[in-house]
């Protein structure tokens, strides 16, 4: 879950907004705003930044690093959940795929209720399933009890998808229009932060040692730690997060609260972003970098113990240093689109070097020096998941006044697809031909990627719905 970008004009902050007040007030529009959404009553003109939205937006955060935490906290000692359970090293591959099969059929139903019943059900929702399961898992400390941890993991999958398509409707709903990229991208960090713990923490508290009854109070602790987290945090969900602010925080959103109910139709709006070209070129491309970011974190483990014997401990760390690297480079981006608004040009440009930068990791991961595959591992984590906010804020300005919660999970599902299919394909590729050969599908499914992205038309609509708006 995945974690962008708010195609806003930038908006000057009055100096009393840095008082102690409780909201920060960005220039009222006029009464009667005229915008591709339709038109805004007074009673939405004022525009106002509430202090409650960090709260909000660190909430959602907290309990998206702790699922992806859950996601990947097999994968990054897959060797050892093999021995301890008597199951194939694909078995527990599919403990990480799992989160991207399931995310495919409930995508629609939880979208349509995220845009019915708002925010606050879907947080709830998610934080609740995901503190579940995690309970789940301590009832399969045996090795007998392998279907238990299954069904503890597929549980937290069905988490992940009330986790995924939010950021981008969080960021909207509660910042403003030169804050709302920043905001998407610290969301996203979340996920990413529960992916790199999920890398550091499992190969620190579970060594790989052959007592069967030692592993099984090692792998306990993980599971009682990662639950406890998870409950706390499913109470102060039910305690700080909110549905919206008081006020719309930007225009576009203003312009999108005073539409009539009556007038949205969940159908109509996932038909009218699949007749997008735009956007239908931007869910493949986005499903082809992801898709292999996923198929690569999930295979990780088997890569590097490959080339160097014993070193899951450094594999872990390996894993941390591409999702770190890669929150920089979010991080980055979304400062750089809120101050620039190219859209275009910036996934353009990190779109290539993720391609560059899977090319080097592939010729280098072989060479026998682990300090080398640290550099390129942290190359290539800085802009293949520094794209993730991209794709959904970039997803957000061509599909504008369209709900941010379907566009998202369109591009998330794509994202499942594609990894799935690379992380069984290199999988297979990997056992029969070798770690090189598995890494250069990858590389041509980014080269092809790369070209793709090209083709896309900087279709920037919610940026000109606030021009408009200033204009008005």
């Not at 995310?103 to 349509?112: C, D, G, H, N, R």
């Not at 009218?272 to 990780?300: D, E, I, K, Q």
């Not at 080097?360 to 682990?370: D, E, P, R």
Request: include cysteine; aromatic fraction near 12%; charged fraction near 10%.
């Amino acid at each position: 879950w995945a974690g962008g970008a708010d195609g806003e004009p930038s908006c000057a902050v009055p100096g009393a907004a840095h008082g102690a007040g409780m909201v920060l007030q960005e220039p009222a529009a006029a009464p009667s705003l005229s915008t591709a959404a339709g038109g805004v009553g007074d009673a939405a003109a004022e525009v106002q930044l509430s202090r409650l939205r960090w709260a909000v937006l660190l909430l959602f955060s907290s309990y998206s690093l702790c699922n992806a935490f859950q996601w990947i906290q097999y994968g990054s000692i897959n060797n050892v959940f093999v021995r301890f359970y008597d199951v194939s090293a694909f078995a527990i591959d599919w403990l990480s795929m799992s989160y991207m099969l399931i995310y495919i059929p409930l995508l629609f139903p939880v979208a349509w209720l995220l845009d019915k019943r708002g925010l606050r059900l879907i947080a709830l929702s998610g934080s609740a399933l995901n503190a579940v399961g995690a309970w789940v898992k301590l009832g399969s400390l045996k090795p007998h009890l392998f279907p238990v941890t299954v069904l503890g993991q597929v549980i937290c999958a069905v988490a992940q998808v009330f986790i995924l398509g939010m950021p981008s409707r969080i960021a909207s709903v509660w910042f403003g229009s030169h804050e709302v990229s920043t905001a998407c991208s610290i969301a996203v960090f979340g996920n990413q932060l529960g992916i790199a713990a999920g890398f550091l923490v499992p190969p620190v508290l579970i060594p790989n040692v052959e007592d069967v009854e030692k592993l099984a109070y090692h792998i306990s602790i993980m599971f009682f730690m990662t639950a406890g987290v998870a409950s706390v945090l499913f109470i102060l969900v039910i305690i700080v997060f909110k549905e919206k602010p008081p006020n719309p925080p930007s225009r576009a959103q203003a312009s999108i609260q005073s539409r009539p109910t009556a007038e949205y139709s969940y159908v109509q709006s996932i038909l009218r972003l699949l007749r997008n070209a735009n956007f239908l070129l931007l869910m493949v491309t986005y499903g082809l970098n992801v898709g292999c970011f996923y198929a690569l974190s999930t295979l990780l483990n088997r890569m590097v113990i490959h080339h160097y014997p014993g070193e899951e401990v450094n594999a872990g760390r390996i894993g941390l240093t591409i999702v770190l690297s890669g929150m920089v480079g979010a991080l980055i981006s979304g400062i750089w689109l809120d101050k620039t608004k190219t859209y275009k040009q910036t996934t353009l440009v990190v779109y290539i070097m993720s391609l560059v930068g899977m090319i080097v990791y592939t010729f280098t991961l072989s060479l026998g020096h682990l300090w080398v595959v640290f550099v390129t591992a942290g190359l290539l984590g800085f802009f293949m998941t520094g794209y993730l906010p991209l794709g959904f804020e970039f997803a957000a300005e061509l599909t504008y006044p369209e709900s941010e919660g379907t566009s998202s999970g369109l591009l998330n599902v794509s994202a499942q697809i594609f990894g799935i299919a690379f992380t069984i394909g290199q999988g297979q590729i990997m056992d029969r031909f070798g770690t090189k050969a598995g890494n250069l599908l990858l590389c041509s499914v980014l080269f092809l990627g790369t070209i793709m992205t090209a083709f896309i038309k900087a279709d920037l609509r919610r940026q000109q719905a606030n021009l408009e708006n200033e204009q008005t």
